[in-house]
């Protein structure tokens, strides 16, 4: 008896939690209202704690202005420009994901894990109906590369990973956008050599000659040159939310 008292009391929590998942997500795709993100910066290295201590609200704002920027294209109602607040910086890290081409059930288990540690290092009332993005920052390294980035639709939660660098600020945030647009039904649009996808990875897919283009596509990351070239945006007003894009966050 208390077996089946203990099943059906872990049976309701989890569809209470899925029910209010799927509630959070509706809510915040219906853009009626500002997005609300929140910015958890963490420092990887010395370099990035070095970083962290000059690091402003002010920093993020294209982010917002290309969002606003954007929905105004695709939205026939005006899109309220998000509101991006950063948070205080966080000691410990997230959870390292488990190496690509593990079963399914490893990637729940990170899922999990990850979704717990926000549970933990955020506030729980004040994190509903808000994106969380925890970015690490990590001293530039030549031929060094950064650890994968990624943002789960299912808790709306970011893990970025950055560098502590001023001149990589507005790079920086090309691949912050990306990762909050994950969070909100974004799916990547680029193939396995990293080049984006035509036509839905390409920023003006119509066009004739269709390359070389002269912007990027937020979810492909790069703008095609030729077949088989392309190049990374300097900032984002390089960058556009594509017609596919647009449909999977919902405008």
């Known amino acids: 008896m208390a077996r089946n008292l203990r099943i059906l009391t872990l049976l309701v929590l989890l569809m209470l939690v899925a ?22 910066p963490i420092a990887a290295d010395a370099a990035g704690r070095e970083y962290l201590a000059r690091l402003k609200a002010e920093d993020f704002q294209e982010i917002g202005d290309f969002l606003a920027r954007e929905g105004q294209r695709w939205r026939r109602k005006p899109t309220p420009a998000p509101q991006i607040v950063v948070q205080p910086a966080l000691g410990a890290p997230p959870p390292v994901p488990a190496p690509q081409g593990r079963s399914g059930l ?13 549970f933990r290092n955020t506030g729980f009332w004040e994190s509903l109906g808000r994106v969380r993005l925890f970015v690490l920052y990590h001293a530039p390294r030549e031929g060094e590369a950064l650890p994968h980035s990624l943002g789960l639709e299912r808790g709306l939660i970011g893990v970025v990973h950055v560098y502590a660098s001023d001149a990589q600020r507005a790079q920086n945030n090309i691949v912050i956008a990306h990762e909050l647009l994950h969070t909100l039904g974004a799916r990547d649009k680029y193939d396995r050599d990293g080049q984006p996808v035509h036509p839905i990875g390409y920023a003006d897919f119509t066009a004739d000659p269709v390359l070389p283009q002269s912007q990027a596509e937020i979810m492909a990351g790069r703008i095609p040159l030729t077949p088989g070239s392309s190049r990374i945006p300097r900032d984002l007003d390089e960058v556009v939310v594509g017609y596919a894009t647009a449909a999977e966050i919902g405008w």
């Not at 209010?20 to 993100?37: D, G, H, K, S, Y």
């Not at 490893?106 to 926000?118: F, H, K």
């Open 19 to 40: 029910g209010m998942t799927f509630l959070e997500r509706l809510w915040v795709r219906n853009w009626t209202r500002p997005l609300q993100v929140a910015v958890y």
């Open 106 to 118: 490893a990637a729940v288990r990170y899922s999990l894990g990850l979704r717990w540690y926000a």
